[in-house]
């Protein structure tokens, strides 16, 4: 019969090793578990399979290059940061983007939109879809929209307005911004990819018949603002010139209300961003070898004339074009020293007709 110190030494020795082995279970647990995300990491799984739901997609159609592209033959050279091409996803999201058929109540809610601006005049048919709205002031201000998509011109020719050019009170880049937001926000145009997207400045001077750069604020006649979307799944949405938004704003440094705001460009097309497909895309070096080729798009040349351009950064982003698109497709952008920007359609061409 075991005694009461028997007894104690064992019930001990007994606790001394469940937890050994319980301390070892936990560390192989542990170990297990970390060894296995080391190997997710270094092996992750493939992405899934595009589903291509849209189907094979339209071709990107590109503005015409003025001058083409082939007048200027440019050579480039990659020295990007990573020393080479980037490593990006072959796979890439395709948006949904709705156009605006044909209405018979588009020509009184374009109406509305006019009065709304301050335009109650009848408005003249300039085509089947564009009207011009001019008011009873001199010099008159006109605007033109089309009442399918709402998208508008307005201007006032401040050309014909040498008061103009001595008021100096210019806003500042960030009440420039907030202006031509409050601007969209009254006429209920702001959609939140302008509310959150990034707003570019130039400042100008008139040199008659046109507007030249100025170096500085001090220096200039008018500011124009630039209204870019915010980025989607991270990659910026850019416009067919990309220091050149589709939304922007001309302001003048009068108080007077109708010379203020004395020219805007509102192009802007809504995407569905709940409706999506995902596409293969080409690899990069084909995109890059594209790109020598000449069968690239010139966004913007900069101050490239000698045509010897350094690729600084390459990455992928989505075309906004200036016409009605269905889709919102990626692009590879190729950015380069001296504000050079060329693109290159980013969809496999097997899912593009």
């Given amino acids: 019969m075991a005694t009461l110190t028997q007894t104690a030494y064992w019930t001990r020795k007994g606790m001394l090793v469940g937890t050994i082995v319980l301390i070892g279970f936990i560390v192989l647990r542990v170990s297990l578990t970390l060894a296995g995300n080391v190997w997710r990491k270094i092996h992750p799984p493939p992405p899934p399979p595009p589903t291509v739901a849209f189907g094979k997609l339209p071709k990107l159609a590109f503005p015409e290059q003025n001058p083409p592209a082939g007048e200027t033959k440019l050579t480039f050279k990659l020295e990007t940061i990573q020393g080479g091409l980037p490593k990006l996803s072959t796979i890439g999201k395709v948006y949904f983007m709705p156009k605006e058929g044909p209405n018979l109540l588009a020509l009184d809610r374009a109406r ?63 009440q420039a911004a907030q202006e031509a937001r409050n601007f969209l926000a009254s006429n209920e145009l702001l959609t939140d990819d302008l509310a959150t997207g990034s707003a570019e400045f ?130 590879y952008v190729f950015e380069g020293d001296k504000n050079f920007f060329g693109y290159v359609p980013a969809i496999d061409p097997k899912w593009t007709e």
Avoid: C, H
Avoid at 136 to 154: A, V
Avoid at 308 to 327: C, E, H, M, S, W
């Fill in 112 to 174: 509305q939109k006019a009065q709304k601006m301050g335009f109650r005049s009848q408005p003249e048919k300039v085509s089947e879809t564009i009207y011009r709205w001019t008011d009873q002031k001199t010099p008159p201000t006109t605007l033109e929209m089309d009442i399918n998509t709402g998208n508008f011109y307005l201007r006032y020719p401040y050309e014909d307005d040498q008061a103009l050019l001595t008021s100096k009170n210019l806003p500042s880049n960030q």
């Fill in 202 to 331: 130039d400042y100008l001077r008139f040199t008659p018949p046109t507007l030249v750069p100025a170096i500085s604020l001090s220096e200039a006649d008018f500011v124009r603002v630039n209204l870019f979307r915010a980025s989607l799944d991270s990659l910026k949405i850019l416009p067919p010139n990309p220091k050149e938004s589709l939304v922007s704003f001309l302001f003048s440094g009068s108080r007077e209300l109708g010379k203020r705001i004395i020219e805007i460009n509102y192009n802007y097309f809504p995407v569905e961003k709940e409706t999506f497909a995902t596409y293969p895309l080409k690899p990069i070096n084909t995109a890059w070898q594209e790109l020598q080729g000449g069968q690239e798009y010139i966004a913007n040349l900069g101050q490239n004339e000698q045509g010897q351009i350094t690729i600084r950064q390459v990455y992928l982003g989505y075309y906004d074009a200036k016409d009605p698109q269905n889709f919102l497709q990626p692009i």
